[in-house]
């Protein structure tokens, strides 16, 4: 499995239920980038951050094919599973270095395109047309496509390419589930939990709250994240101390706990794969005002268990805010609702594993 994701070690809990099922079902290796913490496991070989920290990402992924090509010769697996089109591509790479006849899987999360378009500096949309030609080998050499959600399907279905599977990434929603879903704060609040990123929106989101509070005196934002777009919170925060306020960073229980004292999720992504948070609020009761984009319709029905509207409309977003925290009637509908759509997303670990055992089989049979 290789991918760019930070792990640190020894696992969290959240996560060592995962890789424990993978490991009854099959001899996993794990290459991927270090987070933090002094332990070991013999399934990863984590790569550790390069400094100053603009050269991380760079050198990631300009040795990636070297190290896939090592992992390939001293590990001998039967598949990688690249989580990204470009990383699928950089592992076809390191395969024609290895001189092995390894399968290789794109794992694919949400749009390619995405990346160098709304992560982290503006300057990474220099790179977006190799990172848009990168993608789409990686797809085509690919010997498999795993997809997470009819939305990703679509995207690889546009580049000429079926996918060979499509299920859901396993999300550890324990802690979400623990109790039974509180019942909305008196006074209303918004949440919303992610990477203060472009992708996220959080530039409109930040525009809309600033129409919308004054038309909702007694109401909160909270936004929980932090990303490269944290002076746009500064600002917001000074200039409606009264009605916003920022939190960098939960550990999960305290995700669930927000979550609790929030009348609404609330979404504006311009890029979604699928959208982990809103199944994590559907599993609180709350509903979800939310950019229709992405995996998100696949997740939230409009006027159902959300409120979807249009990417980048600040004005939209904003009156579909008011809507929910001035109605608590339709607030506690919205969750309710979310509440029954959650049921298709409660995997347990074992089941994502035999889906990955039935993947890699499908493609090295």
Same mark, same amino acid.
């Given at each position: 499995m290789v991918s760019r994701s930070r792990y640190a070690l020894p696992l969290s809990p959240s996560l060592e239920p995962k890789f424990d099922a993978l490991a009854a079902e099959l001899d996993v290796r794990v290459l991927a980038s270090a987070s933090s913490g002094s332990g070991s496991d013999r399934r990863f070989a984590l790569v550790r951050p390069v400094r100053p920290r603009a050269?991380?990402?760079?050198?990631?992924?300009?040795?990636?094919?070297?190290?896939?090509?090592?992992e390939l010769r001293a590990f001998r697996p039967d598949a990688v599973l690249a989580q990204g089109a470009q990383e699928a591509a950089l592992c076809v790479l390191g395969r024609r270095l290895a001189r092995v006849r390894t399968r290789v899987i794109a794992d694919i999360h949400g749009d390619p395109a995405a990346p160098a378009r709304l992560y982290g500096s503006p300057r990474r949309r220099l790179l977006a047309p190799v990172a848009d030609a990168l993608a789409r080998h990686g797809l085509r050499r690919s010997d498999g496509v795993r997809t997470i959600s009819a939305y990703t399907s679509g995207v690889v279905r546009g580049v000429g390419v079926e996918p060979t599977a499509e299920f859901a990434a396993f999300m550890d929603l324990e802690p979400f589930l623990e109790s039974a879903p509180a019942q909305p704060p008196e006074r209303p609040v918004a949440l919303f939990v992610g990477v203060l990123e472009r992708y996220k929106a959080v530039d409109v989101l930040a525009r809309a709250w600033r129409i919308a509070a004054p038309r909702v005196p007694d109401a909160t934002l909270h936004v929980v994240g932090r990303g490269e777009l944290?002076?746009?919170?500064?600002?917001?925060?000074?200039?409606?101390?009264?009605?916003?306020?920022?939190?960098?960073?939960?550990?999960?229980?305290?995700?669930?706990?927000?979550?609790?004292?929030?009348?609404?999720?609330?979404?504006?992504?311009?890029?979604e794969g699928l959208g982990r948070v809103v199944v994590e609020a559907f599993c609180r009761g709350r509903g979800v005002v939310g950019s229709r #984009?992405?995996?998100?319709?696949?997740?939230?029905?409009?006027? #159902?268990?959300?409120?979807?509207?249009?990417?980048?409309?600040?004005?939209?977003?904003?009156?579909?805010?008011?809507?929910?925290?001035?109605?608590?009637?339709?607030?506690?509908?919205?969750?309710?609702?979310?509440?029954r759509a959650v049921e298709p997303w409660l995997?347990?670990?074992?089941?994502?594993?035999?889906?990955?055992?039935?993947?890699?089989?499908? #493609?090295?049979?």
């Open positions: 050269l991380d990402g760079p050198a990631f992924y300009a040795l990636l094919p070297f190290r896939v090509a090592r944290r002076e746009i919170l500064q600002a917001l925060v000074r200039d409606l101390p009264a009605q916003a306020r920022w939190t960098e960073s939960l550990p999960t229980p305290e995700v669930a706990r927000a979550l609790d004292e929030a009348t609404v999720l609330v979404l504006p992504s311009r890029s #984009v992405g995996g998100i319709p696949d997740i939230v029905e409009d006027g #159902v268990s959300g409120l979807l509207v249009a990417p980048d409309d600040a004005h939209a977003l904003a009156d579909a805010l008011v809507r929910v925290l001035t109605d608590r009637g339709l607030a506690e509908r919205l969750g309710a609702e979310g509440r995997a347990t670990p074992e089941e994502y594993a035999r889906q990955i055992r039935d993947l890699v089989e499908k #493609v090295v049979t």
